[in-house]
């Protein structure tokens, strides 16, 4: 990995470690804050989507399951420069589970025991929501294992609820 990648890697974890704490501050409840980091991560996910067609000459995926598939394989790399494995699928192909190699947000974290109901890293359930979102997924999305909690890894399910209808941009009234 580059100096430079690793230096705006760093930069971005600990600009990451002051935004949580400034939500701690502001609500002082742990169930705020994880809905604001994941409202957070949904504006982000949302972008990503245009960032990720625009640099990369893929197709479009044609179902759920090749979806998961790019953002466990691409979109994580490209983003965050981590790697990410997917797996656990149910029978139906509506719930997967994807592994991070590495996560880059707790670096240099160490979760208090009075925090331990937050949920440091739900920005990423956000970003998936959204991005899902834009290519007409609506999913539901939670960390399943998380090394600040004592598990190993960072594992996030991913949950189909539903297909949506794709619909035309609105018309421009001028």
């Not at 742990?30 to 000459?57: C, T």
């Not at 970003?127 to 190993?152: F, S």
Request: hydrophobic fraction near 35%.
């Amino acid at each position: 990995m580059s100096r430079e990648l690793r230096v705006n890697g760093e930069l971005f974890t600990l600009t990451y470690g002051s935004l949580v704490a400034q939500l701690l501050e502001d609500y002082e409840n742990h169930e705020e804050v994880n809905k604001q980091l994941e409202k957070i991560g949904y504006n982000m996910g949302v972008r990503m989507v245009d960032d990720f067609v625009a640099h990369r000459n893929t197709e479009r995926c044609g179902n759920f399951k090749e979806s998961c598939s790019t953002l466990a394989k691409d979109g994580f790399r490209m983003f965050l420069g981590v790697g990410a494995s997917i797996g656990q699928w149910n029978e139906d192909e509506t719930e997967c589970v994807i592994s991070l190699e590495e996560n880059p947000l707790i670096a240099f974290v160490e979760l208090p025991s009075e925090h331990s109901e937050l949920s440091y890293s739900s920005v990423y359930c956000g970003a998936i929501k959204g991005a899902m979102e834009v290519i007409q997924y609506k999913t539901d999305v939670t960390i399943q294992k998380d090394p600040l909690k004592g598990d190993n890894t960072t594992e996030i399910k991913i949950k189909l609820l539903e297909v949506m209808e794709d619909q035309p941009p609105p018309e421009d009234d001028e």
